[in-house]
């Protein structure tokens, strides 16, 4: 079983104690971590120390009025859903907070049952609109797909650095897609508009690093029989993403440490260096820290490219987003094979879940490609990889006492949240960190009825 995700984040600005308080109590006994702030300093230190998901804020507030507040988070570059509170605003004021993207307008006093709709329809709006904006990303340069706790963060610490001009180290196993965060931080950029380009430096000779970076002049080697540009060059007003990083040579390092330091780049054979206008981001599966250590990669460089860093998470430790890939990849599949839609069955769903990924989302997309193409127009657990499935004969006996003992082990876990929201599927799904039809599928297969948790 993978660990409940964490309960959705909401903070309240108001300066009066006893409205945060009441608040407060009322979102927590529905299953909400509530921060709350008295003044715009606490609550702006807040958003920078924590992920936040909803805002209450109250228009009249001491220092600042609460909507030049939610105006400031924006140009800050935060995407909060916000919710106005007030006892004396005005119906101009009221307008003014829904005008400028407040989610809803509550009038003091309100009730508890109020403010918790409310927030639980915010919250909805905003997956709604999150699903919107990724869809616009995959249709360009992005494919991040996932509702996980894990993947939110990379993504909001992709959107909160793709607005700055910082180097980004993008690090993770093979197959995590830090092209795809790459792409997402340009795409988001004011370079959005400009060149985005992608080198491996694994794939590139040490002989020709050079050259296929930065260029080279007519005449500066045999074979040099025209100008050349370089991809630095070719970059210009847009983004570099170095990907394997750690693979480049000491030489090419010190090349690349120049350009970052100074903008300039010299063309082999020239003898003029170039200003560049480049955003370099980076990326790497290996452990840059320990390759400083050992002398194979420049701490100088690694301080220049390690600004900002996001590490996107392995595969296997966020497999409640499976669901969501395989049928993202499967439409996909589908389409340029020219294959008819093909439905899978629950426990394909499950059993590629449970397979630890070693390749991540790169070796399930390649699965998923394999068994598409190969089976029929249901897909079953028969048709998954003998590797994948751990199918010894020998170990046979072994593999279905271990799916009783998880189901059983599962079946405890989903009654014990059922009895903690007294039946509420929506609630338990949310604190079990999964979508609400999943968890009324799996409930089915595990035969939880309401005499289970209803006592």
């Known amino acids: 079983m993978t660990e409940p995700a964490s309960r959705p984040t909401v903070l309240v600005l108001d300066d009066e104690k006893n409205i945060r308080r009441s608040i407060e109590l ?27 998901e909803v805002l209450i804020i109250d228009i009249q507030l001491g220092e600042i009025d609460g909507i030049t507040f939610f105006r400031k988070t924006q140009a800050d570059g935060f995407s909060i859903p916000a919710i106005f509170i007030s006892g004396h605003a005005t119906l101009t004021q009221a307008a003014l907070a829904v005008k400028s993207g407040g989610f809803d307008f509550i009038e003091k006093p309100f009730s508890a049952e109020k403010i918790v709709v409310t927030v639980r329809r915010c919250l909805e709006m905003s997956a709604i609109k999150e699903r919107l904006r990724l869809a616009d990303v995959h249709a360009g340069p992005s494919d991040i797909v996932g509702e996980s706790r894990p993947v939110k963060q990379v993504v909001a610490a992709a959107m909160k650095v793709a607005r700055t001009q910082a180097s980004v180290l993008i690090v993770g196993e093979s197959g995590t897609g830090k092209e795809l965060v790459a792409g997402a931080i340009h795409a988001q950029s004011q370079r959005g508009d400009g060149p985005m380009v992608k080198v491996n430096c694994s794939a590139i000779p040490d002989a020709l690093l050079e050259s296929e970076l930065f260029g080279y002049e007519k005449g500066a080697f045999t074979g040099a029989v025209a100008n050349k540009k370089g991809l630095f060059e070719i970059a210009h007003r847009g983004t570099i993403f170095l990907d394997e990083v750690a693979d480049l040579s000491l030489p090419a390092q010190a090349k690349i440490l120049r350009v970052l330091q100074s903008g300039e ?12 206008d480049v955003r370099v981001l980076s990326g790497t599966h290996k452990d840059l820290k320990e390759a400083v250590a050992a002398g194979r990669f420049r701490e100088d460089l690694f301080y220049r490219l390690n600004v900002v860093p996001i590490r996107v998470p392995a595969l296997r430790e966020r497999p409640e ?26 426990d394909v769903i499950w059993e590629l879940q449970r397979y630890h990924w070693p390749g991540n989302v790169r070796e399930l997309q390649n699965v998923l490609e394999r068994v598409l193409i190969m089976s029929g127009e249901q897909v079953s657990v028969r048709d998954l990889p003998e590797e994948l499935l751990q199918d010894d004969p020998a170990d046979r006996g072994k593999v279905s006492a271990l799916k009783e003992f998880r189901d059983l082990a599962e079946r405890e876990f989903v009654i014990g949240a059922l009895k903690r929201n007294n039946g509420n599927v929506s609630q338990s799904a949310l604190e079990l960190g999964v979508r609400r039809t999943y968890l009324h599928r799996r409930m089915a297969v595990l035969k939880i009825n309401k005499k289970d948790y209803f006592v």
Do not use: W, Y
């Open 265 to 276: 780049i010299q063309k082999v054979g020239a003898q003029q260096a170039m200003q560049v």
């Open 26 to 52: 009322a979102l927590e006994q529905e299953g909400f971590q509530v921060i709350t702030a008295p003044d715009v300093s606490s609550a702006l230190r807040t958003l920078h120390e924590r992920i936040v």
């Open 321 to 346: 987003d499976i669901p969501l890939l395989v049928s993202f990849f499967a439409q996909r599949i589908c389409a340029k094979n020219h294959l008819k839609p093909k439905t899978l069955e629950e």
